[in-house]
Each structure stands twice: as structure tokens, then as C-alpha cells.
């Protein structure tokens, strides 16, 4: 593993340096403390695993978040600046490397952008009818109507795992551009997730009832982790493929993780790691079930955003393998174990 399990130094040196510059946050860059530390730990993650395009990636959705927002490129700049000059003044920071250049790198980058806006949901998809009447349902606030598109589709004899993949991922994937481009707001959002949760609580009679195979996941978002719907998508999947699940959910703490992996005797754990800052806590986590003596056996699997963006990042954070979809995933775990 050669991501660091003491995560984000780097990140908590410059916020530190910022404020002793008296740069207030707020004032020069147009963004919240959160905002801020999520910025830094971004770039915190990138300079260790040495992927300047995943720095550069989220610079951009910065950018483009604030163009949305009507607020100036500059501001994210002057943020990329001012860490310029902290990392040129200290030597801790500058022995990471080539920081500098990279940066400026970045700044390039924003530079030449010119933000491509495109939807997330596909004409010629399948299903897309079903998907565009259901985000047009949920951004009307039509929770029944909403709720009566995914139990037509499934009537239509549509399988869960593509209402799942064609109809409710491109809609959720399409309110997260929705909101990143300020079309909605968070409360928006809210209710487009929780509504979604609850059209996909009508499947579990069917999804519990399939006959087992005797292998055993458990799935969980890391700490501090709250994008949950992507995992709990996956495990739904592995149950219909006959596998007993237990779903964690968002934000678990990993000594949970293990304890629950212990006492379910699982087989397998699936990890799921939405943001880039919350990479080092995934390594951390995956350390600490190595170093378990009772979770020796256990085979990790983990997937999202940063995984995609990455190929070889699953190596680096000590996993056993990657999934980019569902299918992907089952695939993989049922050539690790033969049903018993
Ligand atoms: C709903 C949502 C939220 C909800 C989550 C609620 C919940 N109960 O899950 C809330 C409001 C909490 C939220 C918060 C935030 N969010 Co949000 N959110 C979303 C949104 C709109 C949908 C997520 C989703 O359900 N997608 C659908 C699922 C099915 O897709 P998926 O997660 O990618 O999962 C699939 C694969 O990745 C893979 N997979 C996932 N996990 C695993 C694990 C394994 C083992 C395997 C094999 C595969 C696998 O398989 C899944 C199924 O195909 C996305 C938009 C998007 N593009 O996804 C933004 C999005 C992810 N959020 C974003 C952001 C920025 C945030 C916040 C930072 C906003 C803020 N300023 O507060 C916070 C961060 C909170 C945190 N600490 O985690 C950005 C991330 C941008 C980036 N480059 O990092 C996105 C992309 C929105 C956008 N377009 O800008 N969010």
C-alpha cells in the first residue's frame, strides 16, 4: 500500500498557512471552510498518489461549480496562487515534489476549459423514456407519480438491475449536474434521493427472496463518506445473484466495519468511496483489516468516482480488486468463491 494511513498533512499544513496569512476563506476565494478542506485534501490525495489529473479534475469542477454560482474563476486561481507562494516559503511542503509546476499546471488547465455541460442521460439509452418521466416527476416534487413510473417499468417486466442502471443511476447522475450548474437547489436534490430510496424499498420482497449460494458481503461507504445509493445499488445486485448482503450504509466509522465483518463471517467486503478526499481513509480502512487477524480471509473489493478516474488506485489503497459497475463486481466475486 503506498498511500498514507496518517492521511492529509499536506492539507492541514496549508490551511494552517493560510490562516496565518490571515487569508480568510470566505472573503478570497468565495468558498466555505468545508468547501476549502475539501479542496486541499483533494489535492492532498493527488500529490500522493502522484495523479495531477485528479488535482486537475476537481480544480475544474470547482471552477465550473462557481461559474454556476455567477462567482469568477479567479478565485479558485488566487486559491491555486496563494498555495503556490506557501509552498515556495515552506521546505516541508516543497519536498513533495514537483508542487509547483504542478500547480501551475492546473491553473493551465482552468485556463484553457471552457466548461462542457453535458447531460448526463443519453436519448437513445435504453429505458429513457421511463428516466425522463421520472426526473421530470422528481423535479416537480410528484413523489407518487415518480414512485408509479418505477413500478410501471417494473410491471413492464424491466429486471430491477435495469431500472436500476438505466433509469435511476443516469437520473441521479443527471440532479447531481442539475446541481452543480445551480438548475437546483440541495433541497432538490434531497428529495430526489430520498424518493429514489424509497421507489427501490418496493423491490426488497423480491430481491431477499432469491435462493442463496452461501457467500456472505458485507458493504459499506467509508467514514465520512455520505453518497450511499451507488453501494446499496451493488449489494441489492449480489443479492439477487444469491449472495447473503449486509448494507452499512454512509459514514461508517471502520472499527464498525470490522466488528460487523467479523461477527457476519463474511466473505467479502465491498468498499465505496465517492470523493477524492476520502481516498486515505479507504486505505486506512483496508490496513485495518489486513492487520485483523480474523479478517485475514477476506476478500475487499471497492469502486466509485476516484477508482474510475484512476485504474491502478485500487492497488494503491491495498484492495484486491475493482469494480466500475455492478456487473463488474459480481463478476469478479463469483470468480473468487464457488457457491458452498
Ligand atoms: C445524491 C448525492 C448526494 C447526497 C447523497 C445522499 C445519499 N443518501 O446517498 C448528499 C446530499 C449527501 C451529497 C453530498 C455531497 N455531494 Co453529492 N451527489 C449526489 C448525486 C446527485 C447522486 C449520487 C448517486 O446516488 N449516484 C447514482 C449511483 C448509482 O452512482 P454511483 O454513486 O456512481 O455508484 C455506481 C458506481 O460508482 C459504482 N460503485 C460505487 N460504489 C462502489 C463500490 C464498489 C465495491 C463497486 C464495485 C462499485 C461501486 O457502482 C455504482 C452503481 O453503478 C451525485 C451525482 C453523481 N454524478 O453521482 C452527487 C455528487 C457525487 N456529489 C458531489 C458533491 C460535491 C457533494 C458534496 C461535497 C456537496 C457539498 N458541498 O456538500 C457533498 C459531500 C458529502 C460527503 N461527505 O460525502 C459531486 C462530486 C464532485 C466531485 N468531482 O467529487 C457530485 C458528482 C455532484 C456533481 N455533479 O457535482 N451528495
Same mark, same amino acid.
Given at each position: 500500500?503506498?498511500?498514507? %494511513?496518517?492521511?492529509?498533512?499536506?492539507? %492541514?499544513?496549508?490551511?494552517?498557512?493560510?490562516?496565518? /496569512?490571515?487569508?480568510?476563506?470566505?472573503?478570497?476565494?468565495?468558498?466555505?471552510?468545508?468547501?476549502?478542506?475539501?479542496?486541499?485534501?483533494?489535492?492532498?490525495?493527488?500529490?500522493?498518489?502522484?495523479?495531477? /489529473?485528479?488535482?486537475?479534475?476537481?480544480?475544474? *469542477?470547482?471552477?465550473?461549480?462557481?461559474?454556476?454560482?455567477?462567482?469568477?474563476?479567479?478565485?479558485?486561481?488566487?486559491?491555486? @496562487?496563494?498555495? $503556490?507562494?506557501?509552498?515556495?516559503?515552506?521546505?516541508?511542503?516543497?519536498?513533495?515534489?514537483?508542487?509547483?509546476?504542478?500547480?501551475?499546471?492546473?491553473?493551465?488547465?482552468?485556463?484553457?476549459?471552457?466548461?462542457?455541460? $453535458?447531460?448526463?442521460?443519453?436519448? +437513445?439509452?435504453?429505458?429513457?423514456?421511463?428516466?425522463?418521466?421520472?426526473?421530470?416527476?422528481?423535479?416537480?416534487?410528484?413523489? @407518487?407519480?415518480?414512485?408509479?413510473?418505477?413500478?410501471?417499468?417494473?410491471?413492464?417486466?424491466?429486471?430491477?438491475?435495469?431500472?436500476?442502471?438505466?433509469?435511476?443511476?443516469?437520473?441521479?447522475?443527471?440532479?447531481?449536474?442539475? *446541481?452543480?450548474?445551480?438548475?437546483?437547489?440541495?433541497?432538490?436534490? /434531497?428529495?430526489?434521493?430520498?424518493?429514489?430510496?424509497?421507489?427501490?424499498?418496493?423491490? @426488497?420482497?423480491?430481491?431477499?427472496?432469491?435462493?442463496?449460494?452461501?457467500?456472505?458481503?458485507?458493504?459499506?461507504?467509508?467514514?465520512? #463518506?455520505?453518497?450511499?445509493?451507488?453501494?446499496?445499488?451493488?449489494?441489492?445486485?449480489?443479492?439477487?445473484?444469491? *449472495?447473503?448482503?449486509?448494507?452499512?450504509?454512509?459514514?461508517?466509522?471502520?472499527?464498525?466495519?470490522?466488528?460487523?465483518?467479523?461477527?457476519?463471517?463474511?466473505?467479502?467486503?465491498?468498499?465505496?468511496?465517492?470523493?477524492?478526499?476520502? $481516498?486515505?481513509?479507504? !486505505?486506512?480502512?483496508?490496513?485495518?483489516?489486513?492487520?485483523?487477524?480474523?479478517?485475514?480471509?477476506?476478500?475487499?473489493?471497492?469502486?466509485?468516482?476516484?477508482?474510475?478516474?484512476?485504474?491502478?488506485?485500487? +492497488? #494503491? $489503497?491495498?484492495?484486491?480488486?475493482?469494480?466500475?459497475?455492478?456487473?463488474?463486481?459480481?463478476?469478479? !466475486?463469483?470468480?473468487?468463491? !464457488?457457491?458452498?
Amino acid at each position: 500500500m503506498c498511500i498514507s %494511513s496518517e492521511p492529509n498533512d499536506l492539507s %492541514s499544513v496549508i490551511l494552517r498557512d493560510l490562516h496565518s /496569512h490571515s487569508i480568510s476563506p470566505l472573503e478570497n476565494y468565495a468558498l466555505t471552510r468545508g468547501e476549502l478542506e475539501l479542496f486541499l485534501r483533494t489535492l492532498s490525495v493527488s500529490i500522493e498518489i502522484n495523479a495531477l /489529473h485528479v488535482f486537475v479534475d476537481y480544480a475544474l *469542477w470547482s471552477c465550473s461549480r462557481h461559474r454556476h454560482l455567477g462567482l469568477q474563476d479567479s478565485n479558485i486561481k488566487r486559491l491555486i @496562487y496563494d498555495i $503556490v507562494c506557501i509552498v515556495k516559503n515552506k521546505h516541508a511542503v516543497n519536498e513533495k515534489g514537483q508542487l509547483v509546476h504542478w500547480l501551475n499546471n492546473a491553473i493551465n488547465a482552468i485556463d484553457l476549459n471552457e466548461a462542457a455541460e $453535458v447531460p448526463c442521460m443519453d436519448q +437513445q439509452a435504453p429505458n429513457n423514456i421511463y428516466a425522463h418521466s421520472y426526473l421530470r416527476l422528481l423535479l416537480s416534487g410528484d413523489k @407518487y407519480n415518480a414512485m408509479n413510473v418505477i413500478s410501471d417499468a417494473a410491471n413492464s417486466n424491466i429486471t430491477i438491475e435495469a431500472i436500476y442502471f438505466t433509469i435511476i443511476q443516469p437520473v441521479m447522475r443527471e440532479i447531481g449536474r442539475l *446541481w452543480h450548474t445551480n438548475k437546483i437547489t440541495v433541497a432538490h436534490e /434531497h428529495f430526489c434521493t430520498a424518493t429514489t430510496l424509497l421507489c427501490m424499498s418496493q423491490f @426488497y420482497p423480491k430481491i431477499f427472496s432469491t435462493p442463496k449460494i452461501g457467500r456472505k458481503m458485507v458493504a459499506t461507504c467509508v467514514n465520512g #463518506e455520505l453518497h450511499e445509493m451507488g453501494m446499496r445499488m451493488l449489494t441489492d445486485v449480489f443479492e439477487l445473484n444469491g *449472495w447473503q448482503t449486509i448494507f452499512l450504509g454512509a459514514n461508517v466509522p471502520s472499527d464498525g466495519v470490522i466488528s460487523m465483518a467479523n461477527s457476519f463471517s463474511t466473505d467479502l467486503l465491498a468498499v465505496s468511496t465517492t470523493l477524492v478526499a476520502n $481516498v486515505p481513509v479507504t !486505505a486506512n480502512l483496508i490496513q485495518m483489516v489486513r492487520q485483523d487477524k480474523s479478517c485475514r480471509h477476506i476478500k475487499i473489493i471497492v469502486g466509485g468516482y476516484p477508482f474510475t478516474l484512476r485504474g491502478t488506485l485500487w +492497488q #494503491e $489503497v491495498g484492495a484486491d480488486g475493482y469494480g466500475e459497475s455492478a456487473d463488474d463486481a459480481i463478476k469478479l !466475486a463469483n470468480s473468487w468463491f !464457488a457457491p458452498r
